[in-house]
């Protein structure tokens, strides 16, 4: 049986997430506790408990504990059938989160997955936003074999979510390794700038219009697409994703999402603003997707090196449970102001 302390390092969900998606994976049994011991609400919080028995239902896993508040779970995983999945947060608990707990999951299933997300939040606080997801991290993903998309059907925003969105994945256990040491030169800068019932503010082109002033004052020349949705009567709301690819094949997003007495341009300047510090950097992959990619370099056979702008809490957090759950090294050193993440051969 896996026995994982949730109060090590960061003591996130993210210890959460990653070790049901290993266990699952291995076929092993997990016992986790002190779940999110560090946080100031420690314990599954909804979207955790949906995450966990969405996992369940991919792989016919037995679990106990399995409860808002429950700081230990026991997870005992059988075979990764696919097929359609259901999952309803209730919540605005982040839809992206669930989604990266349970896609490293899918890539292992016997058949393709359709997991269909209700009642959730695409864009929320201490989360990738939706479109980060669609247009930053399966992208990167597809060039390592995983192929998957994501269609929403209705945006959901805080405090009420009312999201829902569908996840289509092509199994693919062969996964393959990832080398991004070289920046390059910036060869595009793109970006979606949504908002839900909040076109007669013009909010979504506020958005667009105070990014593209920002990026082009720097140099850069930003595409950025304008959405006005009204997929969600029952909660307004915005959110901003930018993202800028190099000829080194670097692939760089930042996002920020709308709040009450939060301006559009506030929104817009707080999202160009971490783009810039990726593309000053010189980084390969930015500081969400250096951690998010851990469990897929971690399962690929052979090397993967990529280079980050910051040793996150996450991202120490990932390598260390992958190291401890499935045997793998990495090697982090600090170069040139950048941290190189190799996971080494296997």
Known sequence: MLKIDGGQKSGSGTILRLAVAFASILGEPLYIYNIRKKRSEPGLRPQHLESVLTAAKLCNAEVKGAYVGSQELWFEPKEISGGEIYAEIGTAGSIPMLIMTVLPICAFAKKPVILKISKGGTDVKNSPTINYLINVFLRILERMGLRAEIDVKKYGYYPRGMGEVILRVQPSKDLKPIRL????????????????????????????????????????????????????????????????????????????????????????????????????????????????????????RGESVYLTRMLSDHLESNIWLAEEILGVKFDVRKINGLYRVEKKGS
């Not at 979606?192 to 076109?199: D, P």
């Not at 920002?214 to 930003?222: Q, S, T």
């Not at 949705?229 to 920020?256: I, M, R, Y």
């Open 181 to 300: 040491e070289e920046f390059g030169e910036i060869r595009s800068v793109e970006g979606v700038s949504v908002c839900t019932f909040l076109a007669d503010r013009k909010v979504a082109e506020r958005q667009a219009r105070e990014s593209e002033r920002i990026l082009r004052a720097r140099g850069l020349d930003p595409r950025i697409r304008i959405v006005n949705d009204f997929s969600n009567p029952l909660q307004k709301g915005s959110s901003l994703v930018l993202w800028a690819e190099t000829s080194g094949g670097a692939l760089l997003g930042s996002d920020s999402i709308g709040e009450i007495g939060k301006t559009s341009e506030a929104v817009a300047q707080e999202a160009a603003r971490r783009l810039i510090e990726e593309i000053d950097a010189k980084a390969t992959v930015d500081v969400h997707m250096a951690d998010i990619l851990v469990p897929y370099v971690s399962l690929a």
